[in-house]
């Protein structure tokens, strides 16, 4: 089965705070991991996808397949950044899978 | 990437009544998704939908309760079906598009009364 688990409903930082947004998840074969984000009043949009191995907006995710992980990460937060964010997994069939999300608060 | 009109935004309806929602895509695409995202909760997928074949619905969920019809390439409805106060949810349809992953649309939010 696939699951995705994300431990932390609220994560409140400070501006120019290092940001961490935990993803593990399960799945038997070779998945593909997601990170979608959420602004107040916009629809989800995707921000990364570990294939690509970019970096969107200042945050970056490394899969680590030995622990099952996706987590995102940047360096430096900004109060723009203050969002809804959702990590998913697609383990075939074009379908996705998605943790229960992470609210992200990024205080000045 | 895929752009994806979806309407309607909102809608409040009585219960026992049904309401269609629509997603247009401004590309062709092969699989339409569906899902539902209930208040606080993270998004669940309720159906596949192919076009030229019955869509595929996930386990909870069933074509009774959500018909579904892709009747070309670039356009899918959800319909939910005899609606109760638990069906209140803001239900989304998404696609994969191509390389950039998978677009969603704005979402419909529903409220049963």
């Known amino acids: 089965a696939q699951r995705v688990t994300q431990p932390e409903k609220l994560l409140s930082v400070f501006k120019g705070a290092p940001v961490e947004l935990k993803c593990n998840y399960s799945y038997s074969g070779s998945p593909e991991l997601f990170w979608y984000v959420q602004y107040s009043r916009q629809r989800l949009q995707l921000l990364l996808r570990h294939i690509s191995r970019e970096s969107i907006k200042g945050f970056t995710a490394d899969l680590n397949k030995g622990e099952t992980s996706f987590h995102l990460k940047k360096p430096f937060a900004q109060e723009e950044d203050s969002a809804m964010y959702y990590c998913a997994l697609s383990g075939g069939f074009q379908k996705l899978v998605f943790g229960t999300g992470t609210r992200l608060l990024v205080s000045p | 990437s895929a752009v994806i009109s979806q309407k309607p935004s909102r809608d409040i309806c009585q219960r026992g009544t049904s309401l269609t929602i629509q997603c247009q895509v401004d590309?062709?695409?092969?699989?339409m998704f569906w899902y539902r995202q209930q208040p606080g909760q993270s998004l669940t997928l309720i159906a596949t939908?192919?076009?030229?074949?019955?869509?595929?619905?996930e386990s909870g969920f069933v074509i009774d309760k959500f018909p579904i019809s892709r009747p070309n390439l670039t356009f899918s409805t959800l319909t939910v079906s005899n609606m109760s106060p638990e069906d209140s949810s803001i239900y989304l349809c998404?696609?994969?598009?191509?390389?950039?992953?998978?677009?969603f649309g704005s979402g419909t939010r529903l409220t049963v009364v």
């Open positions: 590309s062709q695409v092969t699989m």
């Open positions: 998404s696609v994969e598009a191509s390389s950039y992953g998978y677009t």
């Open positions: 939908a192919n076009q030229g074949s019955e869509a595929t619905y």
